[in-house]
């Protein structure tokens, strides 16, 4: 077992931390209170190869691992939340799941301009009526011709006013024996006649990110466009979430790093009674619990890396390591607002917005209770993962 990072890590945890710093943070506070995204990030993320990190050299990408890709997310949501949704969507749920279950000739068709930022991807599957319970959604593909005319309404879209083009799960086949087998997944173009998109307002976290509904109304969508084959598109949304699941519980590692550098800063300056309230049992508890998040949560999300590097299926630990680090970064969020007094009830500081933030990781990609109740299912022997047709090319890439 080698738990030492590489050269070629360090470099990219480094080049991530100082993007957070350098690109993400000025003005971050500012558009976070506004609920404003600024799309000039986007593309800044793009020029510095960030979006193609473990996509292969013949696509135009970095060609790094996949723990390269876990310490890129860490470092930019030490920052913010809303730089490490964009990884998430963009490179876990769309790329990677290109990489996974599309053809060679769509790979060379949509990979290079992913991996370098021309374009940029997100991910259709929640529903109005369908979150947790993505086996019923209703968005209805019918073949026509040599197209599949698409209509529907997908909700709570990362990226919706942003994207690109979207890797959408529809039902092609209503009359399924189980609604999972009757869905497929399509590369939908923002360009399509018939397409729309709205902002969602109002929301209690990543305001500085934009999220989004989107709309169908009679997509001509060309049969090409068509990822893995008919009736595979409940089993391609659920890899790609094991993409999405890792690179949320990569992230929240990185709000613990933020919340804990916080409060020890704060905790040192802060004086109760002449003595830095660091000196209290009680701060330090927290402190020592933050401490305990971050280092479980950077063994669990790494572990899950180095799986993915050899090409293993790893469904159960990637939901692990999202359902942990996902609670702990919230406990760490709470404790770190509870360190800073009422400064913390301020958005002077930043931990407002890493509580605010990091209780939405706790919703998607998988809620909290629907990862709980995988945990126990796996144990109880209720849930089994056969190996899939299609796997994530393993690291090093050929
Ligand atoms: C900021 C943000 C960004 C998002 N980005 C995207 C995106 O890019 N693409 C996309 O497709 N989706 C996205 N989502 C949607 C997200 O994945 C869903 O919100 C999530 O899956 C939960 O679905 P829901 O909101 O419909 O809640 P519901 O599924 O209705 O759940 C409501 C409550 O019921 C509980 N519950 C549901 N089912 C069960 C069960 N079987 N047993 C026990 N409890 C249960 C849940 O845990 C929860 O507490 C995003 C959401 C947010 C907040």
Known sequence: MDFALTQEHEM???????????????????????????PAVLKKMGESGLLGVC?????????????????????????????????????????????QWATEEQKQRWLPDLASGRRIGGFGLTEPNAGSDAAHISTRAEKSGDHYILNGEKTWISLA????QFLVVAVTDPTASTPTKGMSAFIVDRTTPGFSSRPLKGKLGVRAGNTGQIFFENCPIPAENLVGGEGNGFKIAMSALDHGRYT??????????????ASVRYANDRKVGGEAIGR????????????????IG????????????????HTREVSLAKWNNCAAAFDAANKAVEIHGAYGFSDEFPVERHFRNSRGAMIYEGTHEIHTLMQAEYELGYRTDRPLDHSLPAWPFE
């Open 55 to 99: 996509i292969p050299e013949k696509y135009e990408g970095m060609g790094a691992d996949y723990i390269s890709l876990g310490l890129a997310c860490e470092e930019l949501e030490r920052a913010d939340s809303t730089a490490r949704v964009v990884m998430s969507v963009h490179v876990g749920l769309q790329s990677m799941t290109l990489m």
């Open 248 to 261: 949320v519980a990569a992230g929240a590692v990185g709000i613990i790093t933020a919340c804990l550098d």
């Open 298 to 313: 950077r063994l669990l999300y790494q572990k899950v890396g180095w799986m993915k590097n050899q090409g293993l299926r």
């Open 161 to 164: 006013d942003y994207a690109d």
């Open 280 to 295: 209290k049992q009680l701060v330090q508890q927290m402190i020592a619990s933050m401490v305990q998040g971050r280092e």
């Open 12 to 38: 990219i945890r480094e080049a991530a931390r100082k993007f957070g710093e350098q690109e993400i943070l000025p003005g971050l506070a500012e558009r976070d209170r506004a609920h404003e995204s600024d």
